[in-house]
């Protein structure tokens, strides 16, 4: 069934990609060997293969929050200033609830909620808060505030705090992945520091100025053309002055293909500038190349990029119960897939998993498992456009 739009479908397509490729990032938390005790980054123990599929994924977060911010823009062309607030500012907290109570509960389903992770979700909710503020300043400013926060959030990086005083869970917060612990049976990890993810979603927001109805769409390639190459070139400039740009510079390792691993690891938590250019850049170029290509597969990942928070809930859980289902039928206690903070502690895990070529089986299983919902619950949101619910999922 062909959905009737006016929406500009590369969009959709990128965020669509994004969302097939973070399955693969979770498909390996859940089943590759070592997964809950490991870095694929540490090029101490990793192999080109695993650190590729691990750096591949960075492009997700990055691309998710920054089209938060676009689609923030677009939506509030058809809308006043306050009607774009009170959407911003209730979708946020709506997506800080969930994060809190359905994501937590979906990644590890432990009912006593002894781990509270803040991740993806959270960024994304919390943003959007703050984006509800920011959007009454002009579109100058706006640019000025996302590129001072990206540009200018790793000067912070010698900030550290420790313990749990209020001043220093705030900095958890905003600029430090820590995880804070409230009693022996109850913690909070806080890994997205939310400062640089609101210059992110800020940029995005801007860039949907070239999205708007009426724009000229030579004048946008051209634009999309220019920063992407210019965001690529400067994250290549930056790495190799090795200066600035990046929490841990690169260093050069024993082996030729080790200095290059060390090259490309970039700072993910919170994201560095290196992180977000070399992960921006490419996506506006993915922008410029697919912006007037439709065929059968960016049909396919069109259908991911229409229903992107249903999408994300629905393939945890997927994922998990999988996991759940092979530790039952392959050896294992399947019950250490609820992951409590004892699982975590004692270690059970340490030695649980399958290889990679496993890992890639199971995700494009998954995947194709996936489609038909998320096609079926796209065309039911194109034909309810009355229901306003619905933009909250």
């Not at 693969?24 to 089943?31: A, I, K, M």
């Not at 705090?161 to 022996?184: D, E, R």
């Not at 392959?330 to 070529?357: A, C, E, H, P």
Request: net charge positive; hydrophobic share 50%.
């Amino acid at each position: 069934m062909e959905i009737k739009t006016n929406r500009i479908e590369s969009i959709d397509i990128l965020r669509g990609v994004a969302m097939v490729l973070m399955a693969l990032d979770h498909v390996r938390d859940y089943f590759h060997y070592g997964s809950f005790f490991s870095d694929p980054t540490n090029l101490e123990t990793t192999t080109p293969f695993l650190f590729f599929t691990r750096f591949i994924t960075h492009y997700c977060a990055p691309v998710f929050v920054f089209l938060a911010g676009t689609s923030a823009f677009l939506y509030g062309t058809k809308r006043t200033k306050p009607k774009l607030f009170k959407f911003l500012i209730t979708r946020g907290f709506w997506l800080i609830l969930l994060e809190i109570t359905l994501n937590n509960l979906l990644w590890k389903f432990d009912i006593t909620f002894s781990r509270i992770i803040l991740q993806v979700i959270w960024a994304i909710g919390l943003s959007m808060v703050s984006l509800s503020f920011l959007i009454y300043l002009s579109r100058k400013t706006l640019l000025i505030i996302g590129v001072i926060i990206v540009a200018g959030h790793n000067l912070l990086d010698g900030i550290v705090m420790q313990g749990n005083s209020f001043q220093s869970i705030i900095w958890y917060i905003l600029h430090q992945a820590n995880i804070v612990t409230v009693s022996n049976n109850f913690d909070i990890g806080i890994f997205y520091p939310i400062l640089p993810w609101i210059g992110l979603m800020t940029l995005g927001y801007s860039l949907g100025y070239l999205y708007q109805k009426g724009f000229d769409s030579g004048i946008r390639k051209k634009w999309l053309l220019h920063l992407g190459i210019g965001a690529i070139l400067l994250f290549f400039i930056l790495r190799s002055i090795n200066i600035y740009g990046d929490l841990v510079p690169w260093t050069v390792q024993d082996t030729n293909t080790k200095t290059i691993l060390s090259f490309f690891k970039v700072s993910k938590y919170p994201p560095s500038l290196a992180y977000i250019l070399v992960t921006i850049g490419p996506s506006l170029l993915f922008l410029y190349v697919f912006e007037n290509i439709k065929n059968k597969v960016t049909d396919f990942f069109l259908i991911f990029g229409r229903v992107p928070f249903f999408y994300y809930f629905l393939h945890i859980l997927v994922i998990h119960v999988f996991a759940m289902i092979g530790m039952a039928i392959f050896g294992g206690n399947w019950q250490d897939m609820i992951l409590t903070k004892d699982v975590f502690s004692s270690g059970r895990l340490i030695n649980y998993g399958y290889s990679l070529f496993v890992v890639y089986a199971v995700w494009v299983g998954i995947i194709s498992l996936l489609y038909f919902p998320c096609r079926k619950y796209m065309i039911y949101k194109a034909n309810n456009k009355d229901k306003w619910w619905l933009s909250y999922l």
